[in-house]
């Protein structure tokens, strides 16, 4: 029973991230007419870092240091999931369009990440996990696909497809190694501290191409949004996935992820007046039985 319960809490964290990170397209559309990729990037997590540093600071008085480690690896997957991650996913977005970047990041996620986890985890895949993450894949492509047939192709987009599916790996490596990790820790809060500290610190240095002084441009509802990226999405979202990892075998929380493209379409549906059409609705319903048969396949 308690592993059942642990499960479903489990499973919730990583729907409730799925459904934050979903509106964050939203709340970044909003900013990006003022500020850079990079610059917003580094803005949110700077502000996310703030709050975290905190939690580290606490856990240093108490005299409950990490080992040298620990630390190392924790920074490599700062710089996974959040410096080069997002540096990749803002490339390939900028060449390859909004479409085809949903297609290629969050349908390979949790196909990746899978994956990965059976070879280095050595978690057992069944043909539930690989029915449910088709399914999963079908949803996004037909939510995604139309807007990629309408699209003009050159060069600069298969420049785009290959940062996107760097992107794709990068969190499904991070996903995988964090959950290892994880295990042995057993703390999510510090965990997600330290990731976050230590991708905003790479992150930093790619934000000196940007120009500081566009933040003062932001009004109020950008600002609104930048807050929600900062203190929901890098904060409390980095957080619940890192618990999903704790309860959840790696693909089980990651095929959640194609939560996102739905959360995101109802987001614009209700804050911006952009209705989804009627394969975006078929795409979605596909998306939940993926999610669903995934989650429920045998361990």
């Known amino acids: 029973m308690e592993g059942d319960h642990g499960t479903r809490i489990g499973t919730i964290a990583a729907v409730t991230v799925s459904l934050i990170w979903g509106l964050s397209f939203v709340a970044a559309r909003m900013v990006l007419s003022t500020l850079t990729p990079v610059l917003l990037a580094t803005v949110r997590f700077v502000i996310a870092s703030a709050i975290f540093t905190l939690f580290i600071v606490k856990d240093r008085m108490r005299g409950s240091e990490l080992e040298s480690g620990d630390l190392r690896k924790l920074a490599v997957l700062g710089v996974l999931s959040i410096s080069v991650y997002f540096w990749l996913q803002y490339t390939g977005v900028m060449y390859a369009g909004a479409g085809v970047s949903a297609l290629l990041v969050v349908g390979l996620i949790p196909v ?7 070879i280095v985890l050595k ?8 029915l449910g993450t088709g399914m999963g894949l079908a949803g996004v492509a037909l939510i995604t696909v139309p807007n990629l047939l309408v699209s003009d192709v050159d060069w600069k987009f298969y420049v785009g497809v290959a940062f996107l599916l760097l992107n ?5 490596i991070y996903s995988t190694l964090s959950r ?5 820790i057993g703390r999510p809060v ?3 501290a330290y990731v976050t500290v230590f991708g905003t610190l790479a992150l930093i240095p790619l934000s000196l191409t940007s120009n500081w002084g566009l933040l003062y441009q932001l009004n109020s509802q950008q600002w609104t949004s930048v807050l929600y990226l900062a203190l929901v999405c890098s904060g409390l979202g980095y957080f619940l996935w890192n618990f999903a990892l704790l309860r959840l075998e790696a693909v089980k929380a990651a095929v959640w992820l194609y939560l996102e493209p739905v959360a995101a379409f109802a987001g614009e549906a209700l804050i911006l007046g952009v209705m989804p059409s009627l394969t975006t609705v078929l795409g979605g319903v596909a998306i939940l039985v993926g999610a669903i048969l995934t989650s429920r396949s045998d361990e």
Do not use: I, N
């Open 112 to 118: 990746l990440t899978g994956f990965m986890s059976t």
């Open 180 to 184: 290892r990790l994880m295990k042995r």
């Open 168 to 172: 794709a790996a990068c969190w499904a």
């Open 123 to 130: 978690e057992r895949t069944g043909a539930r996990k690989y």
């Open 190 to 192: 510090l965990v997600t």
